[in-house]
Each structure stands twice: as structure tokens, then as C-alpha cells.
């Protein structure tokens, strides 16, 4: 099995700075930023899941949901590459990993 453990320590790490952040920071678009990345994740796993399906949209649950949105779509897309047997694994995940620190940075968490 291929080894994801790069993405889930990166999006755990993104989701624990989420959790401990205060409320205005959250609002000031750390919260908009961790949604806006979930929802790529999402579509990422789905497209190696199911592809040629419909996307669906990961609905806005609220900022305080945020954290626990990445570690879903996340862990989703992880398995997803994990379990695929696609030779570009290795380019996807330091992709997703890139992804997930570039959020990470740009929600100033």
C-alpha cells in the first residue's frame, strides 16, 4: 500500500492550527481558506474515485467546522491515492501535500 502519511500529517497539522485559532482570525478568512481547500481535496478524491461522475460540492458547514472539513476530505483523498493504481501517486501526493501547506500559509494560521 502507498504510504500517505506526508498528506494526513499535513492536513492534520492545518486542521490543529485551525482549532486553536481565535474566532477573529477564523473570520478574517482562515475559515474561508480551510473551505475553499476542503472542497479541492474533495473534488481531487472524487475525481480518483469516481471518475467521469458529477462533482459534488462539500457544503459550507461554518467556520467552526472548517478543521474537521479538511481532515475528512483530506483523509478521503489519501485513501483515494492510497488505494489507486495510478503511477502518478508519488506526483500527487507531494502535490497535495504543496496544496495543503499553501492554504495552510495563505489562511495565516
Not at 14 to 37: I, K, M, T, V, Y
Not at 62 to 69: K, L, N, T
Amino acid at each position: 500500500m502507498f504510504d500517505t502519511t506526508p498528506l494526513t500529517a499535513a492536513v492534520n497539522h492545518f486542521a490543529d492550527r485551525l482549532r486553536a485559532a481565535p474566532q477573529s482570525r477564523l473570520q478574517r478568512g482562515a475559515a474561508a481558506e480551510a473551505l475553499a481547500l476542503a472542497r479541492e481535496l474533495a473534488l481531487w478524491a472524487q475525481r480518483v474515485e469516481e471518475p467521469g461522475t458529477a462533482p459534488r460540492t462539500m457544503p459550507d458547514a461554518g467556520m467552526f467546522a472548517a478543521a474537521d472539513q479538511i481532515t475528512v476530505a483530506g483523509r478521503d483523498l489519501a485513501v483515494a491515492l492510497a488505494d489507486s493504481a495510478d503511477g502518478q501517486r508519488a506526483g500527487d501526493m507531494t502535490r497535495a501535500v504543496d496544496l495543503v501547506r499553501s492554504a495552510e500559509a495563505r489562511a495565516g494560521v
